[in-house]
T-cell receptor, first 109, second 115 residues
Framework: GENVEQHPSTLSVQEGDSAVIKCTYS??????FPWYKQELGKRPQLIID?????GEKKDQRIAVTLNKTAKHFSLHITETQPEDSAVYFC????????FGKGTKLSVIP | DGGITQSPKYLFRKEGQNVTLSCEQN?????MYWYRQDPGQGLRLIYY???????QKGDIAEGYSVSREKKESFPLTVTSAQKNPTAFYLC??????????????FGPGTRLTVL
């Protein structure tokens, strides 16, 4: 089955700096790569996603890049704010999504 | 945050008992999913259903059962065969794109504790 590795597990940045989270996947048939943000005790919410026919996607301060050859994709958050503090999950697949173990991002004011 | 509801929010179970977690959606989505989340872990897929009266096992289906008799409902039963059921359970739904590459919307979750 699919295997998704996510790094780092924890990340602390100063407010205003950028944050980068990286994921690798194993199944070359995977065609959908979403990123979810989960605040403590709450449900995961989609922040951005990318499909296999696209290499990069941007939505305001958030961007995702996909390298299908190397089987890795990354989340980039620029100009971080304290409200960006949360756990971020990457996922890979289609109907059967396999999730990474998460990155706890702390933005220090 | 509306659209998908889960009940109850907290559930306590004695060992050896079966319990059923409810998941309802009013988004007219074809596909529904059940995930389990443990501390420090990502979400792991238990079962998913692409259409009414059909469902498939996910990565950790042992000890769980589901039904999909109605489009809007996808209940999960945690059976006594599940050895370590204490976890946070999340239900999700999506439109049901042909290749599954569409956004999954999550419910608020049920926290199950085995006493």
């Amino acid at each position: 089955g699919e295997n998704v590795e996510q790094h780092p597990s924890t990340l602390s940045v100063q407010e205003g700096d950028s944050a980068v989270i990286k994921c690798t996947y194993s199944d070359s048939a995977s065609n959908y790569f979403p990123w979810y943000k989960q605040e403590l005790g709450k449900r995961p919410q989609l922040i951005i996603d990318i499909r296999s026919n696209v290499g990069e996607k941007k939505d305001q301060r958030i961007a995702v890049t996909l390298n299908k050859t190397a089987k890795h994709f990354s989340l980039h958050i620029t100009e971080t704010q304290p409200e960006d503090s949360a756990v971020y999950f990457c996922a890979s697949g289609g109907y059967q999504l396999t999730f990474g173990k998460g990155t706890k991002l702390s933005v220090i004011p | 945050d509306g659209g998908i509801t889960q009940s109850p929010k907290y559930l306590f179970r004695k060992e050896g008992q079966n319990v059923t977690l409810s998941c309802e959606q009013n988004l007219n989505h074809d596909a529904m999913y059940w995930y389990r989340q443990d501390p420090g872990q990502g979400l792991r897929l238990i079962y998913y259903s692409q259409i009414v009266n059909d469902f498939q096992k996910g990565d950790i289906a042992e000890g769980y059962s589901v039904s999909r008799e109605k489009k809007e409902s996808f209940p999960l039963t945690v059976t006594s065969a599940q050895k370590n059921p204490t976890a946070f359970y999340l239900c999700a739904s999506s439109i049901g794109a042909r290749f599954g590459d569409d956004e999954q919307f999550f419910g608020p979750g049920t926290r199950l504790t085995v006493l």
